[in-house]
């Protein structure tokens, strides 16, 4: 988020593949928050992803509240333009990239 930047924790509370994660942050920062990614299938090559986050900030940190809210939805939208390019990208050949062949062909 902007210039302000923290390592925070988060902790899994739900996981469903292929469907859902969410997740709560445990700390790092002057604040506390409950996230999730939903997606779901949007037409045959498509998947319709939503994201919606709760954030409490704590402390005189609540006095920034309006820019932290404009910048984190700045933030969002940024992210899941990130994510779609990710899995818009071709898939590596084998023995190319993550997941790909890795050893000897005979």
Avoid: N
């Avoid at 899994?12 to 002057?30: D, F, L, N």
């Avoid at 409950?34 to 949007?42: A, I, K, V």
């Avoid at 700045?74 to 993550?98: I, N």
């Amino acid at each position: 988020m902007g210039p302000l930047k923290w390592e925070l924790d988060f902790v899994v509370t739900e996981a469903v593949p292929g469907r859902r994660i969410a997740w709560r942050t445990t700390g790092g920062g002057p604040f506390t928050g409950d996230l999730t990614l939903d997606l779901e299938p949007s037409g045959m090559h498509s998947t319709r992803a939503t994201y919606h986050g709760q954030i409490k900030l704590h402390g005189l940190w609540r006095l920034l509240s309006p820019i932290i809210a404009m910048e984190a939805r700045e933030s969002e939208a940024r992210e899941l333009r990130r994510l779609q390019a990710l899995l818009e990208e071709p898939a590596p050949a084998a023995g190319e990239g993550p997941g790909g062949f890795r050893g000897t062909r005979v």
